[in-house]
């Protein structure tokens, strides 16, 4: 199953180092807040995760800023991507171990 991990920030989201460690086929998308610092775009470059930015959607009004809601168009992306499981965290929440990604594939796929 094709996991789909997304999350909001506004700070450099370091925790994705570990998540990409231990999860290297793990899709990333990360939405990000008003201040949220420009070098976050090479950090998320390196970890082959993408960056959702306003002009990724059209809409009517873009949720505002520090918002969670914020988080439903890294939704929509990770959907569009072929995300068949979404794994939401913050940007402050570790994995609880090293296999987690197979630990939510099997509780969401297993009878």
């Given at each position: 199953?094709?996991?789909?991990l997304?999350?909001t920030?506004i700070?450099?989201?370091?925790v ?6 231990f ?8 939405a ?7 070098a ?11 960056v ?7 809409s ?26 979404i ?9 609880v ?15």
């Amino acid at each position: 199953m094709r996991v789909g991990l997304i999350t909001t920030t506004i700070r450099i989201p370091e925790v994705l180092r570990l998540y990409r460690a231990f999860g290297p086929d793990v899709q990333m998308y990360v939405a990000l807040e008003k201040n949220a610092p420009a070098a976050i775009h090479d950090f998320c470059d390196e970890l082959n995760a993408r960056v959702i930015v306003e002009t990724d959607y059209k809409s009517e009004k873009f949720p505002s800023w520090n918002s969670d809601s914020r988080r439903n168009f890294a939704l929509l992306a990770a959907l569009r991507g072929g995300a068949e499981i979404i794994f939401s965290c913050d940007d402050d929440m570790g994995p609880v171990s090293a296999d987690c990604f197979r630990q939510i594939s099997e509780v969401l796929t297993e009878p």
